[in-house]
Every structure is written in structure tokens, then in C-alpha cells.
């Protein structure tokens, strides 16, 4: 079988390759306090709008869902004016927040929408009294209609609706304030309403991805910590790449960001706040040190340390402290992540020979293997919804598995050369992980949903590895 070069430049993501990292990472970096150069936008606000056919109808009980056909239309505007938001003005703002929402609802696997650029553009007037006819005659079974409003202060209005064609009835609708920059959370926030109108799950479009952002030669990489929008819009450079940044992590309520940072021999944990841009060291420590986790109660951070040859796992509180050592067994024990409710940890470790995926209680006690399905196992990420693990199944190449937190019904996701690191969307439903070329090296972000057909890129402006998806926004 071919090997894997990449492998060995994958500081998180594989234990096979961490015995060599372990040692050479030490006498390459070390970690001071990165620029931060970016805050969080501000929560979106939710109008009053009873005025001008209003949004603040309710929602129907029904919350089935099923292969729906939706249309989406341009959203309209009550008078064409120019925003910062599109130098085109409000129409063509209209176009581009459709766009984002088709864009969005086509990715899950659950719908077949049409987007704006093959239908006709309701009039304003018609956001609120659709023409029936129209959407009948085209077999569409919903519609998302919407319109964007330039107010006085400089912010604009954004609103959504969706219809029942069929039925001719309104399901759901809601309205958003937002500064002109911000026109595309609104968007997200129009495209989780009816994600969770339709599928009655939890939304997860207006969220954010942290990663590490990749430039330049294979032994001398540029690793920069970035964000983005769950779509891969708005990237932006948080770390200015003097030092070295891995493995970033959303805190549970998306304020913070953890990661690892190295300069001049020290690994240092860190912890970046978005509204402010400061940083706060948690830990740090000459030995080898990575994969930094949140407790789910935001209180706790998890991690790996390297000490003496052995790679055990570790807890420390956020505002920093003794660490607490919650593996002893000889090899290498990597941390993966908490359940839901915090009880129990997801990790691997090659005491058994081979990487192996196990499961312990919080305080490190009961720890037991789950993976006996052949091959090896790295990188294990418990979903949200506490039903499934996501881990790197190694068997030849390298490719995205799920199973349950027993072991049982382990099944492929991806189906590549070398695919590595799941990180789970807000809601459970969707995979991220990155993957890297065969020839080149090159790596990026993608994700595949639930069903393992609907897979995807996310564009990004440089290479891309060790993504993190945060919490939906407040």
C-alpha cells in the first residue's frame, strides 16, 4: 500500500506520526502571544416589523419534513436604494441574500431548492401575497420570499418567509436588523428558519469555522490561526503567523477560541477572546503539547502533553491551575472530546499496539475500547446530539467514519486518499474535516453530510487543515 506522506506533517491529527512530531516540534517553534487582529460582529437584532405586513407570525405545528422542492426567488425591495452592503444598491443585495439562502439549503441533502437566477422576481408587494399561480405552475412545494429595506439609520431590514405552495399558507416568518456588513447573517438566519421549519432539527448556517490557514514550503510552514463563516465567506487571518498556531476549538458558547501556539521550544495553550481580541494563556510547558478541548459547561479545558516519551491526557481549569492527569497507561493517549453532558471522553490511544478509539468517564476512570472493527482509528469527536462519534478510520487510506459511543454501526463517510479530523456542525447533521492532496500536499476544508452523498469544498484563500466548527451565533 502507498504511503502517505502528508501524514507527518499532521501535528493533531494522527498518533502514527506523533512520536515523530512529539520530539521535532520542540526544536522548531514555541509560542508567544499572537496579533490578534479580528473581533466578533455584533448579534443580530430582531425587529418590531407589524408595520408593512410584519414579521411576527408563528409557526405551524407540523414539523415533518421531506425531500421538498423549494423555490427561492431574489428577495424584493420597497425602493431601489444604494447600501454599503452591494455598490449595485437594494436589487442587487435582493439577488445575492436569495443566493445565500439557496446556496445554504442545497448543501444539507434534505432539500432541492431552486435558487434565484432561474426564477422570476416577485414584486414587493407580493413578499406577503404570493402569486400562487406563479410557484403552482412550476411545481414548486415551498417558497422562501424575502425583501431587503435600507432604513434612515444606515442599517438595513431584512425578512423571510415561508410558504406552503400547495396549501397557499404561510408557515413561518421573521425579520432582522442588521448593519450593512452584516447582510449575510442575515441570510444564514434565513435559511436556518426554514431548515428547522422543514426538518425540525436545530439550525447550524449562521455559525463559524475556525482553522489553520497553510502557506508555504512543506518544511517550513506558515500555520496561522482563521475563521470563517460556515460557507466559507468572510475569511479572516486571527493569528499574524510569528508563531506557530494548531488545533483550534469554539468554547460551548462561542465567545472564546483555545488553541496551541509554538515559539522558541515552549507550547503554550491560549485562549482568544472574539469580542475583545485578547488573549489569555492557560498553560504552558516546554513538553509537547496539543488537541485543546472544551468541557461543555465551558469550564474546562482537555489537552495532550508529552512527558518523558509518554503522551498522556490532561484537564486544567480555564483560568489556568494544575493540571490534572487523567491517563497513565504507557504510549500515546490523545484527547478527543466530551459527550454532550460532559460525563465521559472520547480518546484514542495505542496502548492496545495500534491506535484504537476508547471512552472514559470525566475524572478518567472506566476507561474501555470501543473500536474492534479492524484497521486503526484516530481523532474521534463526539456529535452534539450525543448518538455518534466521528473519527479517522486508517485501513490503507484514510477516510471519515462515524459510529455509535458502543463501537457499533461503524460505516464510511468519505471515501478519499486521506481524510482526516471531523469536527461536527452546531446541529450534528453535517461533518467537516480536511483532506489532503495526494500529489501535491495541498490541503483543504469539506464536509458530507449524514448521508455520506452530499460532500463539498469550502473554498478558502490559502491551504486549510484542523477545522473547528463553532456553536450557532448568538
Request: with cysteine; charged share 20%; aromatic share 10%.
Amino acid at each position: 500500500m502507498e504511503a502517505h506522506p502528508g501524514m507527518a506533517l499532521r501535528q493533531e491529527t494522527l498518533t502514527v506520526a506523533l512520536r515523530t512530531f512529539l520530539f521535532a516540534i520542540v526544536i522548531s517553534f514555541a509560542a508567544v502571544p499572537a496579533a490578534a487582529q479580528e473581533t466578533s460582529a455584533p448579534p443580530i437584532e430582531v425587529p418590531n416589523l407589524d408595520d408593512e405586513g410584519g414579521l411576527t407570525g408563528s409557526v405551524t405545528d407540523d414539523s415533518a419534513w421531506q425531500d421538498l422542492g423549494i423555490a427561492i426567488p431574489a428577495f424584493a425591495t420597497n425602493r431601489e436604494v444604494p447600501t454599503p452592503a452591494n455598490s449595485q444598491g437594494t436589487t442587487a443585495l435582493g439577488l445575492e441574500l436569495a443566493r445565500v439562502v439557496f446556496n445554504d439549503l442545497r448543501n444539507n441533502g434534505l432539500f432541492r431548492p431552486v435558487g434565484p437566477d432561474a426564477l422570476p422576481r416577485p414584486t414587493y408587494a407580493q413578499i406577503t401575497a404570493p402569486a400562487w399561480g406563479t410557484w403552482q405552475g412550476r411545481a414548486a412545494e415551498m417558497l422562501v420570499h424575502g425583501y431587503v429595506r435600507a432604513n434612515d439609520d444606515g442599517r438595513l431590514t431584512v425578512g423571510c418567509y415561508l410558504y406552503d405552495v400547495q396549501l397557499q399558507q404561510e408557515l413561518v416568518r421573521e425579520g432582522w436588523v442588521v448593519a450593512p456588513a452584516e447582510w449575510r447573517r442575515a441570510a444564514h438566519k434565513c435559511a436556518d428558519l426554514v431548515y428547522s421549519r422543514l426538518s425540525g432539527e436545530s439550525p447550524f448556517f449562521d455559525s463559524k469555522i475556525a482553522y489553520i490557514a497553510e502557506t508555504g514550503p512543506k518544511d517550513n510552514r506558515v500555520k496561522r490561526l482563521a475563521i470563517m463563516d460556515s460557507d466559507g465567506a468572510n475569511h479572516r487571518f486571527i493569528t499574524n503567523g510569528q508563531s506557530t498556531a494548531l488545533t483550534p476549538r469554539y468554547s460551548p458558547d462561542y465567545s472564546k477560541i483555545a488553541y496551541v501556539s509554538y515559539l522558541n521550544g515552549y507550547a503554550r495553550i491560549y485562549i482568544y477572546d472574539i469580542g475583545t481580541g485578547r488573549q489569555t494563556l492557560v498553560t504552558e510547558s516546554q513538553n509537547p503539547t496539543f488537541a485543546p478541548r472544551w468541557s461543555p459547561d465551558g469550564q474546562t479545558i482537555l489537552y495532550s502533553m508529552s512527558v518523558a516519551g509518554n503522551t498522556d491526557i490532561y484537564s486544567v481549569p480555564v483560568t489556568g491551575g494544575t493540571p490534572r492527569r487523567l491517563t497513565t497507561a504507557p504510549g500515546i493517549d490523545v484527547g478527543g472530546s466530551y459527550s454532550p453532558d460532559g460525563s465521559q471522553i472520547v480518546f484514542e490511544s495505542d496502548r492496545s499496539g495500534s491506535q484504537q478509539i476508547y471512552v472514559m468517564n470525566a475524572d478518567g476512570s472506566n476507561q474501555r475500547r470501543i473500536s474492534f472493527f479492524g484497521g486503526r482509528a484516530a481523532t474521534p469527536e463526539w456529535s452534539p446530539r450525543g448518538d455518534l462519534i466521528a473519527f479517522t478510520h486508517i485501513a490503507g487510506d484514510l477516510r471519515i467514519a462515524v459510529m455509535t459511543p458502543s463501537g457499533g454501526g461503524m460505516r464510511h463517510l468519505t471515501n478519499s486518499w486521506q481524510d482526516e479530523a471531523p469536527t461536527w456542525s452546531p446541529n450534528g447533521r453535517i461533518v467537516q474535516f480536511f483532506r489532503t492532496a495526494r500529489n501535491s500536499g495541498e490541503t483543504s476544508i469539506w464536509q458530507v453530510d449524514l448521508t455520506g452523498r452530499n460532500e463539498r469544498r469550502l473554498n478558502t484563500p490559502v491551504g486549510a487543515s484542523d477545522p473547528a466548527w463553532g456553536p450557532v451565533l448568538p
